[in-house]
């Protein structure tokens, strides 16, 4: 058993932003001490010998199952929250700004003075106890090895997450006792790292130098956690589809809302042709002689504005959506092509060009509602389509092969979801800002949904199931893109 003992010294973790409310990232992710480590690595004053013995370290680490963690729970929320103090942040210059600026020496180590600021606020959260454990599960002999450069990687950790999460850290003499563990199905999912994940922190890293800006690692993979001795409950219904990664466009026009079809097929010709020979299966759909592609692939799902004030149903970006049962290299692979499409620039003919900006975790959470994960995962008895449905087949009402209830309840069988109890279609969205059916048959991109059956959908489950939810025969090219109804409406 090999333990290693976090602090935080100022008693307090800062929030996550998450479903427009500031939520305590507590306990802290394994995958997040697994890349503070790897920083602390390649920042630290190490000799060679140690700092090859520290790497080696981490590659072992990353190949252990995901450790058992001891940590109290945060406070209630109503003694944790801590008020915020009143922040103010540089903002970076645009491009305008620096080619309009006067006199040249104005700027100072390529940064102009005075720069506009911007008011942010760091809420905290104190939990009862601020020493978490992460105990992992080893053979002793691995651990006697590879232990001593550990904890002098954790001697040198400064921060976890954040530098105003200030830590200590160290490998106690005893191995705590764990009060969450890894389980198939539990109420906490925390990253955690696993192999090949040094490789890709350090692949974004190089990036990140290269092109002069920091570049986010994809998430990584997620472990349920359930408290120990207690019997989790049931997992709720979930979709197969995870976010690979979500883009918005950095520069460039805004597009139409029904250019939704040209976004989705302009970024698969993008992603296919900055992607070298063979192009995997499970980007491109098809194997290697170019027939269909006979397992679950990668989806490109625009995200427009819907359901809200100023809704008008103009795509904002788009997320790639990945199936959650691929295997290591096709799980790299889908890593390796988010990376490329980075800083990419999509070239839409008559509207211009976007240049693309992936958008890492904390973007997300102060970027537009709809390019938010959450916006669109739910869980909820009841969701709605913001993109309609390709059917498939024309519904035929009673049919016991071509009702809208069967066709619909297959569309939702390929994500592993259940049945719905009731379905109801037609021309228009319940979402406010969505587009008519009709609208995704015309211009070029619609030309290849011409003779399809399309229709908006509600969809009602008996209990309620977890998203993203893409349905149809046209989930690979932005079409049957559902989202949540937090309450029931009432049918027209």
Not at 8 to 35: I, Y
Not at 199 to 217: T, V
Not at 283 to 288: L, T
Request: charged share 20%; glycine share 8%; with cysteine.
């Amino acid at each position: 058993m090999l333990a290693l003992e976090i602090e935080f010294l100022l008693g307090r973790v800062l929030a996550t932003a998450r479903d427009g409310r500031d939520r305590p990232e507590w306990p802290p992710h394994p995958g997040r001490l697994f890349a503070a480590l790897l920083a602390t690595l390649h920042e630290a004053d190490l000799d060679d010998t140690e700092r090859a013995a520290a790497r080696a370290a981490l590659a072992w680490l990353e190949t252990l199952p995901p450790p058992a963690i001891r940590a109290e729970p945060p406070l209630p929320a109503a003694d944790a929250v801590r008020t915020p103090l009143r922040c103010y942040v540089p903002v970076n210059p645009t491009e305008q700004e620096v080619r309009q600026t006067k006199p040249p020496h104005a700027f100072l180590e390529g940064i102009r003075l005075p720069r506009l600021r911007t008011e942010r606020h760091f809420p905290a959260y104190a939990p009862i106890d601020p020493v978490v454990s992460f105990v992992w599960n080893a053979d002793p002999a691995d651990c006697a090895v590879h232990a001593p450069a550990l904890a002098r990687l954790a001697r040198e950790l400064v921060c976890l997450g954040h530098s105003a999460s200030p830590v200590r850290a160290h490998v106690p003499a005893e191995v705590p006792v764990a009060t969450l563990l890894p389980a198939a199905h539990g109420s906490i999912a925390l990253r955690v790292p696993g192999p090949g994940r040094l490789a890709r922190l350090e692949a974004c890293h190089a990036k990140g130098l290269a092109l002069g800006r920091r570049i986010e690692a994809p998430e990584g993979r997620m472990q349920p956690y359930a408290p120990a001795g207690i019997d989790p409950e049931p997992p709720l219904p979930r979709s197969r589809l995870r976010f690979a990664a979500v883009f918005r466009r950095h520069e460039g026009p805004a597009l139409p809302a029904e250019s939704i079809g040209l976004l989705a097929q302009t970024v698969r010709a993008t992603l296919l042709s900055l992607t070298p020979d063979p192009v995997p299966a499970v980007i491109s759909g098809h194997e290697a002689d170019r027939s269909p592609g006979r397992r679950a692939h990668l989806a490109i799902v625009p995200l427009p504005r819907v359901e809200d004030p100023h809704a008008d149903g103009t795509p904002h970006g788009f997320a790639l959506l990945m199936p959650d049962d691929l295997a290591a290299d096709e799980r790299a692979a889908i890593g390796e092509a988010c990376l490329r499409l980075d800083g990419a620039t999509l070239r839409f003919r008559g509207y211009g060009d976007w240049h693309l900006q992936r958008l890492d975790a904390g973007e997300l959470t102060q970027s537009a509602r709809t390019l938010q994960p959450a916006s669109w995962s739910g869980p909820a008895t009841r969701w709605a389509s913001a993109t309609p449905l390709a059917f498939g087949h024309h519904p035929r009402p009673g049919h016991p092969q071509r009702d809208a209830l069967v066709i619909v309840t297959r569309h939702c069988a390929d994500l592993g979801l259940p049945a719905p109890a009731a379905v109801r279609f037609g021309p228009d969205s319940r979402l406010i800002g969505a587009l008519p059916a009709a609208a995704f048959r015309e211009g070029k991109a619609g030309e290849r949904w011409r003779g399809q059956f399309l229709a908006h959908v509600e969809i009602d489950f008996a209990q309620p199931v977890a998203g993203p939810l893409v349905l149809g025969a046209g989930r690979h090219f932005g079409l049957g893109l559902m989202r949540p109804l937090p309450h029931p409406r009432r049918c027209a």
